[in-house]
């Protein structure tokens, strides 16, 4: 339990620290819904299936995570949502590796 207080605790205090670098608002409606869609996609995707159960393969998960993602770009250029730039890239990306950490150290705490 300790690793996976230590894993959130940082994985947040360096979110802080990248709102802060990019003047960013997480917290706005859709900014937190592109964030937890990487979020979780790191989780169970990298996370659970590639790095614990090995159920996927590293290529398989890549194409998953693309489609996933570029599916929510899609959705949001026919909403007219404007936010690919290149700080929401940097921030995409973040998530998406803080939630395969995340996922990993989870599952190993639970396997214990």
């Given at each position: 339990m300790?690793?996976?207080?230590?894993?959130?605790?940082l994985g947040f205090i360096i979110l802080y620290?990248?709102?802060?670098a990019f003047k960013l608002s997480i917290f706005n409606g859709e900014l937190f819904v592109?964030?937890?869609i990487r979020f979780f996609t790191g989780f169970i995707l990298v996370g659970v299936?590639?790095?614990?159960?090995?159920?996927?393969?590293l290529k398989s998960a890549a194409f998953?995570?693309?489609?996933?993602?570029?599916?929510?770009?899609?959705?949001?250029?026919?909403r007219k949502v404007e936010d690919f730039r290149f700080e929401i890239i940097l921030l995409s990306i973040y998530m998406l590796v803080w939630g395969a950490?995340?996922?990993?150290?989870?599952m190993k705490n639970i396997a214990k």
């Open positions: 300790k690793w996976i207080s230590f894993t959130a605790l620290f990248i709102d802060a592109h964030s937890a299936g590639v790095f614990y159960t090995h159920k996927l393969g998953l995570i693309l489609a996933i993602v570029l599916t929510d770009d899609v959705l949001d250029f026919f950490v995340m996922g990993y150290v989870c």
